[in-house]
């Protein structure tokens, strides 16, 4: 037997055993709980893992190749086959990666992505046009890449380069109001890169082109404006070095001039948005031989116009006629509602893509320049006064 002494001792180091090993317990318990923890955010990570042609093959025993034929509904491989592993595919979710799939195929054929280079997104005219891209190119199974220069010649470069990187099979561009120098067009033709303008086309560049007829929907604008009284008619443009600028002013000028009409060349202001139409207008209506009708370049410069005239007293269509250009959804939604000239956006786009695939395609040779012209067509609304029974029948 243990006298007190030690049995007091004994009971004090099975304490302290039992309390070691009541702490490792815990500890043990503890990093099973945390490891348990992790095994199971693990698990949850994997479940989450997008599922890939290389899984496929693997649980169902067949090769990459295999796979990737019957997602692509490859008649190379047995229908039976091929809806076994379409039918996986779809109880997995599988995605598939377009962009690796298109880099694959690069070398042996173009990738069928187009980049198109925006000047503006707020601009009506311009989302239209890409509508009409994007509808094109869907519907002859390309993608799109879409860019915005912002109107920056910088950005516009930078926005080739990345696209050229990005192996994309061409591009549709209409380029911004600060480009002058065209090296980066030029270098994307030497690398073999199918280029088509669209509305602002680049005459430094021998490329494809699709345009509105400017020049033709501008004078038969200011013919109207002639026809319904207006004698003294401004011209609010874009910068000259713009061809369809260059195109407008043309229109104008002849008009005026073959109906016996001045030029009066104050009239002629560079001015292409509201906030400059707002700044400018006044100083022409507060005169004594005030204009009594505007041509403007698009409809939002005309709005400007409109809300200058209507604020200042004037009445219009009475005392000032506007017109303007694009006939976007603001044309509608002023009051008087805006006569304009319809640009037919959609179809431009619809226009560009198709020739881009063309060259893209080999339908059309890349050293073939192809132009193709889309009409306008003159929209009348309140903003100008309705011609006279006579007047129509002439």
Known sequence: MLNSKCDGSYLCLKRVRVGENARKITRLSKNYVYLRRIEL???????????????IARDLGVSIATVSRALRDSPRISPAQKARIQSYAREHNFVPNVIGEALRYSKVMPMKVIGVIIPQFTHFFFSSILSGIEEEANSRGYRILVAQSNEQYEREVQICESFYKNKVCGIIVSQAKDTTCYDHFRKLL???VPLVFYDRICTGVNCSRVVVDDYTGTYNAVLHLIQTGCQRIAFYGSPMKLEISK????????ALGKHGFPLI???????????????????????????????????????????TAKRMGLRVPEDVSICGFTNDAVAVSCDPQLTSV???????????????????EGNIPMDKVEKRIVRTRLVIRGTTRVLSPKEEKG
């Open 190 to 192: 030497d690398k073999g």
């Open 247 to 254: 195109n407008r002013y043309n229109g104008y000028k002849d």
């Open 265 to 307: 060349e104050d009239f002629v202001r560079q001015c292409d948005n509201r906030d400059d139409a707002e700044r400018i207008t006044p100083g022409l209506l507060e005169r004594e031989d005030r204009p009594d009708g505007f041509f403007t370049v698009n409809d939002n410069t005309a709005i400007g116009v409109l809300y």
């Open 342 to 360: 319809e640009q037919r956006g959609k179809e431009i786009g619809t226009e560009a893509a198709s020739i881009l695939i063309g060259h893209v």
């Open 41 to 55: 955010k693990s698990c949850h990570m994997k479940e989450q893992t997008p599922i890939t042609m290389k899984d």
